[in-house]
């Protein structure tokens, strides 16, 4: 998985380095205290200097994706260090959205939710993830299903968590339970389900006019 997204990495076209200088102002401090010295990537770390040296040094030739593998190397190996958890993943979610690689995202997040098993929001992020394909295949949708299902086992208030499996429903192919699981997320945070309906219509206003009609109906029974 590592090797193969960093090849995939390597082969994108050019990145315009200014869009992603406010993301790495963060890592000079964490890499400069020696949290990863031990780690050497292909061999092209010397010895006597750190590895945040090494990988400050990439971001100045603006090698982003280079960075990018660096910093899914740490979230991979460093399974002990909390930094990891609170600084390497949450950037390596930052700049994978920027590179537009779905992959390395999808990876940093799965680790994110292991690292934070009773964190609701960690499991509705990747489900929420796991579903922004154009296409997603079954087992796509039954990672999606499960984290947000454990995200209302963790919060049975998760709106989000309801609009997820609406979204698992609708793909599967069951319109009604994905109208129940949305008016469900309407019931318990009306902003947010507007404002994922909003996003909806963007794609698709026949199907959210179909859900409010339907939910009109209901409210005058």
């Known amino acids: 998985m590592l090797a193969a997204g960093g090849e995939a990495l390597m082969a994108r076209a050019h990145i315009q380095a200014v869009s992603f200088a406010a993301a790495l102002t963060g890592f000079a401090a964490l890499f400069a205290a020696g949290l990863y010295q031990s780690i050497a990537l292909e061999g092209r770390l010397p010895r006597q200097r750190g590895y945040g040296e090494w990988v400050n040094e990439l971001a100045d030739r603006k090698d982003w994706p280079a960075v990018v593998r660096a910093l899914e190397l740490s979230a991979a190996l460093d399974i002990d260090q909390s930094a990891v958890e609170v600084e390497v993943i949450p950037n390596l979610i930052s700049l994978a959205r920027r590179l537009g690689d779905r992959d390395v995202e999808l990876f940093a997040r799965r680790k994110l939710a292991e690292r934070r098993p009773s964190d609701a929001s ?7 993830a796991l579903l922004a394909a154009p296409e997603v295949g079954e087992l796509e949708r039954r990672e999606a299903a499960h984290h947000a299902e454990s995200a209302l086992s963790l919060d ?19 319109r009604e339970a994905a109208f129940e699981h949305w008016e469900e997320a309407r019931r318990l945070d009306g902003a947010l389900a507007q404002e994922l309906l909003e996003e909806l219509r963007q794609r698709d206003p026949a199907l959210v006019e179909a859900f409010l009609s339907r939910s009109a109906a209901a409210g005058r029974r």
């Open 122 to 128: 960690a499991h509705n992020a990747l489900a929420w």
């Open 156 to 174: 049975p208030g998760s709106a989000r968590a309801h609009w997820i499996l609406g979204r698992v429903a609708l793909l599967e192919g069951s």
